[in-house]
């Protein structure tokens, strides 16, 4: 090509760094010019340049330098550095030549100190250029496009008649290709419904942004208080107000607007908003308790205390309803609520959480701050397990996160009830659509990571296993291949670069396994450590990219958050330092010991989110758990009833044991993904820059627009309630083409899943009609059971709508004799109603009216069931595995509700479940 011709110098291209107090910013400006404008090289090529920003921002539009005779339609992209590209756009409305600039449709979200590749295509070659450029690294505020090193070149172009990444490189020139880049905020969401109040003087409010992304919402705003009037308030439909101050003006002004139909959740609220939300302040506090979810209230969550951390306000609910009481230990509980919910005159809900929940999450997740840098568990060094570990020699105290709650994700729990919450107090307005957790509707995955401490082949021969258990034609992308991440020393290191590059290119991922002697290290000597560690595998293996995630070597974490501050500056966004351990301390009982299974941002000690996730290593070789049944137990809660979604890290030694080929097997025999710590990072990212927005109803159709990033590899879920203020939702288009969806049940509420593309959407919801019965016309596969034990038999009902049970219905084979009683209850167990049978017929459905019809609540969880003396039931296997819908009743499935199709031996309470099973009972259901 051209491009062997060395011209220009280095020094007279870099220029000035050029500034911009709030941005936009470039690479280059407008009066850098390139020292050769117009190559004679007339080749079609992709021209680019690796950059990064060492903040969080968008990138709206590329730009490039024009010299004469390069001609032709120009399209610009930006890139990941695996080359998946994120956005383009043609340039339009070009001049003769210097600087083009194309702006996308929708901007690419970029993380802080994260490489990217902006580039244009040029059909007919002439580019611009010059040679040598990219020597030394070219800054300008918080952009920087790094100097070309093996691995990681910079100047990079690929020949073809099409558009394609490009990653040749040549004598480090500069293609004279540029971006234009908006730094942005981490507790910024893309605007919608939600509106998010927050203080900068109080940065735990601003890690509510970071709770409703995990959460899957990013159809939000974010504003100080100090910018929020009631102008601002009316152009959303909930408020979420983080803890913070709030003088009587501002209190007034919140009241108003909830009083006038407004939805608020505050968190911790400011004492002047207790009027609002029905509650009478006692005065006192209650610090690092628990909680219990009213089932009837908030179904599908966790039916035993949740740890809370951080202080409560104790309060009387006067005129609120109480979702959650608090307790001032496991198992005694207060006259005092946890959460409130207070439905105003005006038709306006105000939700309190008494605790501040974002503060709670943090802690939660990341340890007791007032135990950071303190050795506790007299096992040197300090590690994330000394934030957690009571029993300090001299200062015994509880664990941090109480073991007998440790197989239930407690953090993550409580963000389901807060975005429930927000679901149900939003009803009367508009269905929120929200993202899945985990690609393709998936509900747990395992990040495999190993440590290499120079295991002879070790690396090489797990890789080579997991390749083995891929199945053919697995794809990468899709989460079909078997891969891992593995860190290693560089020092007896037995695999060679082109080895190393070889794997890369199959999707394993590599990199050095820092190393700081075992010592505690400092802000200072740890910085150090990275910086010469990660120079030394760059020269070690030249040929890999940088690496993106850490456990640092004895799992060294010397006090709250510089870790994650450091790893940040080196362009390492996830960690798997938290890491459950040592034996006698975890004592044989698998779960999550910082109550989550999600990736979600580190926060420092004033609650300042840092943009590097938190994956937990949770499946440890050297914890003395007794393997493969404690990854069989971590797996089957994920995917089970009980729910308790997450991925799992691991901590694998490749030393000799089977631990890596137990999870190789665990996870083949349930169908779950084994990925690098790569390929999560890319998942989140992609998931948490990928939103709905425009979201509005037009008759009875919601209408929203899909932005989906490019890192989601088609793999994304959009979630919708299946019940809202207008009916059932019966179908969705995107662009007018159907959408298939599933039905499930999630955390007690019911959610259409479908496969997410980019463009507008319709879902169509249809209004109720009445009566509603779920199984009118329908008839069991199985008439008659050989089972003849009496028993009582039903099935977990939600209304969407308030109304009345008028009758209890059930099929009656002929071998089905005896006196019947149909009964509804609460979730809890109490017969709110009961009728005998009369005049049945020898066989079919049996209708059994309640003498009283039964007043039963919007979103609260029922049972209807019949006595059956005699067995002979009629039944169905695998009938609940997914949830039911008939207008606006839902029986959720049995993973969603704890079990659904539910029996009890004798005329009692029916509350077991076996296989899923439709004993085929209904209802009647008509409007108030």
């Known amino acids: 090509m051209a491009a062997d011709q060395e011209n220009g110098s280095v020094a007279a291209a870099q220029g000035g760094n050029l500034v911009v107090a709030e941005g936009p910013y470039s690479i280059w400006g407008p009066s850098d010019t390139p020292a050769v404008i117009s190559e004679t090289d007339t080749g079609s090529l992709e021209l680019g340049v690796r950059f990064r920003a060492d903040r969080p921002g968008r990138i709206t539009g590329v730009k490039f330098y024009k010299g004469t005779g390069n001609g032709g339609t120009h399209v610009g992209s930006v890139w990941t550095t695996s080359g998946t590209r994120l956005a383009s756009a043609t340039f339009t409305n070009e001049t003769a030549t210097g600087w083009q600039t194309a702006m996308f449709a929708t901007p690419v979200q970029v993380q802080a100190n994260t490489s990217f590749v902006a580039s244009y295509f040029a059909p007919q070659g002439r580019y611009s250029a010059s040679y040598n450029y990219f020597t030394t690294a070219r800054v300008n505020g918080p952009l920087q496009a790094p100097k070309s090193v093996p691995g990681a070149p910079n100047g990079v172009f690929k020949y073809g008649a099409a558009s394609a990444f490009p990653t040749s490189t040549h004598l480090s020139a500069n293609y004279w290709v540029d971006v234009i880049f908006e730094p942005t905020e981490l507790d910024q969401g893309f605007g919608g419904p939600v509106l998010l109040v927050k203080s900068d003087a109080h940065p735990f409010s601003r890690y509510f942004a970071e709770v409703l992304r995990a959460e899957g919402i990013g159809s939000f705003t974010t504003a100080d208080l100090s910018s929020v009037d009631a102008t601002v308030l009316g152009q959303h439909d909930v408020v979420v107000l983080g803890e913070v101050p709030l003088t009587a003006a501002q209190a007034t002004m919140f009241t108003d607007w909830v009083n006038a139909g407004g939805n608020l959740i505050a968190s911790r609220p400011d004492k002047k908003l207790a009027g609002l939300l029905g509650l009478t302040d006692l005065g006192t506090t209650l610090n690092n308790g628990y909680l219990l979810i009213n089932p009837a209230q908030v179904p599908g969550l966790p039916n035993t205390t949740m740890q809370y951390h951080g202080t409560a306000d104790r309060y009387t609910a006067t005129s609120a309803t109480t979702i959650a009481t608090l307790y001032s230990n496991a198992t005694t509980a207060t006259a005092n609520p946890a959460v409130t919910l207070r439905t105003t005159a005006g038709g306006g809900n105000a939700v309190a959480f008494t605790y501040d929940l974002a503060r709670s999450i943090v802690l939660t997740r990341q340890g007791n701050p007032a135990w950071a840098g303190v050795e506790r568990d007299n096992d040197p060094p300090l590690r994330p397990v000394d934030l957690f570990f009571g029993a300090k020699t001299g200062d015994v105290q509880p664990d941090w996160n109480d073991f007998a709650k440790i197989a239930i994700p407690q953090a993550d729990e409580q963000q389901r009830l807060f975005a429930n919450l927000l679901a149900t107090i939003n009803r009367a307005k508009k269905p929120i659509p929200k993202t899945w957790y985990l690609p393709k509707g998936l509900k747990t995955a395992i990040v495999m990571a190993l440590d290499d401490h120079g295991t002879p082949g070790g690396t090489q021969t797990y890789f080579e296993e997991l390749k083995a258990n891929t199945p053919a034609g697995a794809s990468f992308d899709q989460w079909e291949t078997l891969r891992a991440t593995s860190w290693m020393f560089v020092d007896g290191a037995t695999m060679t670069d082109a080895q190393a590059a070889a794997y890369n290119s199959q999707g394993f991922d590599l990199g050095i396994h820092v190393n700081t002697g075992c010592a505690n290290w400092t802000p200072a000597s740890l910085e150090t450590t990275f910086t010469s560690e990660l120079a030394l595998w760059a020269t070690t293996y030249p040929s890999l990219p940088p690496q993106t995630g850490n456990r640092t070597h004895c799992i060294v974490w010397s006090d709250w958050a510089t870790q994650p501050k450091v790893e940040l500056g080196k362009g390492i966004r996830m960690d798997l330092n938290y890491y459950y351990a040592p034996s006698w301390w975890v004592n044989n009982r698998p779960g999550m010991f910082t109550g989550s299974g999600l990736p979600m941002r580190f926060a420092d000690l004033d609650g300042t989110m840092i943009d590097v996730f938190q994956v937990v290593s949770q499946l440890v070789d050297e914890n003395g758990m007794t393997y493969p049944a404690a990854i069989d137990t971590m797996l089957d809660r994920a995917l089970g009833y009980e729910g308790y979604y997450g991925v799992f890290g691991t901590h694998y030694y490749i030393s000799g044991d089977n631990f890596g080929t137990q999870i190789i097997t665990s996870a083949k025999a349930r169908g779950v993904p084994i990925i690098t710590g790569k390929q999560i990072l890319d998942w989140t990212d992609g998931r948490n820059a990928s939103y709905f927005s425009a979201i509005a109803w037009s008759g009875n159709n919601l209408t929203f627009t899909a932005t989906v990033d490019n890192r989601t590899n088609g793999m994304l879920r959009g979630m919708l309630p299946v019940h809202s203020s207008k009916g059932v939702l019966t179908s969705i288009t995107r662009a007018g083409t159907p959408v298939t969806f599933t039905r499930e049940t999630i955390k007690g509420v019911t959610y259409a899943l479908f496969p997410t593309a980019a463009g507008a959407h319709t879902a169509t919801y249809t209004p109720y009609t009445y009566p509603v019965s779920f199984f009118t016309g329908a008839t069991p596969a199985n008439i008659t059971t050989t089972d003849t034990s009496a028993g009582e038999l039903g099935f977990k009902f939600t209304p969407a709508v308030n109304g009345r049970i008028t009758a209890v219905k059930f099929y009656k084979g002929p071998q089905n004799l005896g ?107 008509t409007s108030p």
């Not at 009216?849 to 067995?871: D, E, K, R």
């Open 819 to 925: 006196t019947h009683t149909v009964s509804v209850w609460s979730s809890t167990g109490t017969r709110l109603a009961t009728a005998t049978a009369t005049n049945e017929t020898a066989s079919g459905w049996q209708t059994v009216q309640l003498t009283t019809p039964l007043n039963v609540t919007a979103g609260t969880t029922y049972i209807a069931s019949y006595f059956c003396p005699g067995g002979r039931y009629s039944y169905d296997y695998d009938y609940f595995t997914q949830a039911r819908t008939a207008g606006p009743l839902t029986a959720p499935s049995t993973i969603g509700s704890g079990g659904n199709g539910v029996y009890a031996l004798g005329s009692n309470f029916p509350n077991q479940t076996y296989r899923s099973l439709n004993y085929w009972v209904d209802v009647v259901f």
